[in-house]
């Protein structure tokens, strides 16, 4: 016999998800054979009857519609009904009666019941993230409808009757809250004529009833999700879970469910991604890779491939923000004298052949800030059990390059005068310039300084360079008002952000540092002292 496509309501063009079996297996009725996905819901295609698969029909990734053959099987006719039966019993359920093995009639009765939100507790917030049905489509005890998230957990309602879907009251993205309609069955009961029970009803919204025991065992509480359970084979996740696993790059297959009967979450997918990248491997954190985007589809384009500088720096960069806790800092410096001090050197400092820059001041002032702080002139072992304190300061400064951002290292920058400093940084930006600089003049760094200068701005967030614990970044010096109590007064004020690793430096020893790097260059007479 040949197993065909059911009616799938207004939904066309479905796609093969997934494939449960393979020729030769045999299986129950009701049994899964594939898995198709509409736009708006996935939906698993059963066994009409117990039976042998014989031949699959469809591939991954065909579209389907209503009719089409998926797959041939042979039914198995050891005490099951043959086809004369199943008519019959097909009849029978038309006129509303179900034979059963020992011939006592079974009335099959159908009633429109509301399945509503049950009670989530304290979570506020709640959304619909996920529609698992459509109108149209039939579906048996358990399985599952909508799927809710609070700002805590996600939860799934599953079906408390088998039957058929008549209206979806609810959309993703839509608000919901205890007792909100969400869907309308038409639900099916089977009963003894003789001793039938009274089938229980979803009540109005106005008065909500206690969730019926079936989804009241399938719905998880919204606080506290359930735990992981082991997948089999078999990838069990709605459409909108396969497509969040399919942007992120996850292979559904790896991934753990903790959903009624091993559903796939899209927390579980967020989760595993975040083990994933916090799980040390030989290559470091894994991170799903980026989509490659075809841009000429959209027009014209140009392609010019990385200098070595800035691919290597790329790395860099990303390495240390995968493995840094970043925090940054900001602040602004009133540097009114020290910019007095500055130009009144001008003329001395051009007879000795220097450019007096505001750099060799911030470098020498923040020599004395890591004499003071320690632990921002420190690097954590790889095992974040120690932290590694230096008792040298050599400060590295980033340079701008045509081919990409280099950094150059002042060594033994502590034991330099301003103007020796101007020398050695005009030198090493000269040398990173003409690409002559050394290797070793870019290794050895233990604090890193990011000017921007002129072209600045008003604040950023500069990368830690890892191993060092922290980076201070310098943007445009400004002339703003400030008020001195009597007038508002012209100051110079240069803002600055401080990035460091949380995890060796917290955020009160941050505020003290910067305090401490405000003082020294609001008044540079502070580094004599």
């Known amino acids: 016999m040949d197993v065909t496509i059911p009616d799938i309501g207004d939904a066309e063009d479905v796609e093969v998800i997934e494939i449960c079996v393979v020729p030769g297996e045999t299986v129950a009725a009701n049994d899964a054979l594939i898995v198709i996905e509409s736009d708006k819901a996935s939906m698993e295609v059963p066994a009409p009857v117990a039976g042998t698969v014989d031949k699959i029909l469809v591939a991954l990734g065909d579209v389907v519609n209503a009719g089409d053959a998926i797959l041939r099987m042979e039914e198995t006719s050891n005490g099951e009904p043959d086809a004369a ?25 159908t009633e429109r019941v509301e399945i509503r939100l049950p009670d989530v507790g304290e979570a506020e917030n709640v959304s619909v993230i996920e529609v698992a049905v459509a109108e149209g489509q039939a579906v048996a005890v358990d399985d599952l409808l909508v799927v809710v998230e609070s700002e805590k957990a996600s939860m799934e309602i599953p079906s408390p009757f088998a039957g058929t879907v008549v209206q979806v009251a609810v959309g993703e993205g839509d608000d919901v809250e205890e007792a909100s309609l969400l869907v309308v069955l038409e639900a099916v009961r089977t009963a003894d004529v003789a001793t039938a029970p009274t089938i229980p009803t979803t009540a109005p919204a106005t008065e909500p009833a206690e969730p019926v025991p079936p989804a009241a065992k399938a719905a998880q509480s ?3 999700p359930p ?19 399919r942007e992120l790059g996850v292979d559904l297959a790896t991934v753990n469910g903790s959903g009624a009967r091993g559903r796939i979450l899209k927390d579980d997918v967020k989760s595993f991604v975040k083990r994933t990248m916090t799980t040390p491997t030989e290559g470091g954190p894994a991170i799903a890779p980026m989509e490659l985007v075809d841009f000429s589809r959209f027009g014209e384009i140009d392609v010019a491939p990385l200098s070595r500088i800035r691919a290597r720096g790329a790395v860099n960069l990303h390495r240390s923000w995968q493995h840094v806790v970043h925090v940054t800092q900001h602040d602004d410096f009133d540097v009114t004298d020290l910019e007095a001090f500055r130009s009144s050197l ?37 095992g974040v059990t120690s932290l590694i304190f230096k008792r040298y300061h050599h400060i590295g400064f980033a340079v701008d390059t045509e081919d990409g951002l280099v950094v150059p290292v002042v060594r033994d920058a502590g034991g330099k005068g301003v103007y020796e400093l101007a020398r050695e940084i005009a ?8 690409k002559k600089l050394k290797p070793d003049e870019m290794r050895g760094g233990s604090f890193t300084i990011s000017s921007l200068g002129a072209v600045g701005g008003t604040g950023f967030t500069p990368i830690v360079n890892a191993p060092e614990v922290a980076i201070l970044g310098v943007a445009r010096l400004d002339t703003r008002p400030v008020w001195d109590g009597a007038a508002f007064v012209p100051r110079k004020i240069l803002p600055v952000s401080l990035s460091y690793d949380h995890r060796a430096i917290n955020g009160a020893e941050a505020g003290r540092f910067v305090v401490d790097l405000g003082q020294l260059l609001g008044d540079f007479r502070r580094l004599a002292l």
Do not use: W
Not at 89 to 95: G, I, N, R, W, Y
Not at 355 to 361: A, E, G, R, Y
């Open 346 to 382: 001008k003329d001395e400092a051009a007879a000795a052949g220097v450019k007096l820059t505001p750099l060799p001041f911030v470098m020498k002032a923040c020599v004395r800030a890591l004499q003071r702080h320690p632990q921002f002139n420190a690097s954590l072992d790889p």
């Open 222 to 224: 919204i606080e506290t």
């Open 85 to 109: 039966e199943a008519r019959a019993v097909e009849a029978a359920e038309a006129e509303h009666v179900q034979p059963v093995a020992d011939g006592a009639p079974r009335a099959a009765e």
């Open 427 to 434: 030198r090493l930006s000269e040398a990173a310039r003409t």
């Open 227 to 245: 735990e992981p359970v082991t997948t089999t084979a078999k990838v069990y996740a709605g459409p909108a879970v396969r497509r969040l696993a």
